[in-house]
């Protein structure tokens, strides 16, 4: 079982910026490809952005340019910032880290982006 803790959430206005981060004490943390899903109500979990163990980003069509993605092999750490937020942003974010066809999920944390 691989641990990952999330933080960073919280209530930011349309148009603000959020930094998540999601750290593991996980030892082979390099070799895994690590993403960040979120949820809203109602809907299905979805991806939003994802870094592969060589540092390659992807992301949603709805989050390109201005989200960014980045990881920190060093410190076990995947960070997710979010710029020009907008309210259809508002989900629970979920930190996914995967290896060897296991997925590993995080708790989530509650973004929530409201005037």
């Known amino acids: 079982q691989v641990q990952l803790v999330e933080s960073g959430g919280g209530l930011v206005e349309p148009g603000g910026s959020l930094r998540l981060s999601c750290v593991t004490p996980?030892?082979?943390?390099?070799?895994?490809?690590m993403g960040w899903y979120r949820q809203a109500p109602g809907k299905q979990r979805e991806l939003v952005a994802r870094?592969?163990?060589?540092?390659?980003?992807s992301y949603a069509a709805s989050v390109k340019g201005r989200f960014t993605i980045s990881r920190d092999n060093v410190k076990k750490l995947v960070s997710l910032q979010m710029n020009n937020l907008k309210p259809e942003d508002t989900a629970v974010y979920y930190c996914?880290?995967?290896?060897?066809?296991?997925?590993?999920w995080g708790q989530g944390t509650q973004v929530t982006v409201s005037s």
């Open positions: 996914q880290a995967s290896f060897a066809s296991r997925n590993y």
């Open positions: 996980e030892t082979l943390f390099s070799l895994y490809d």
């Open positions: 870094v592969t163990s060589r540092g390659t980003p």
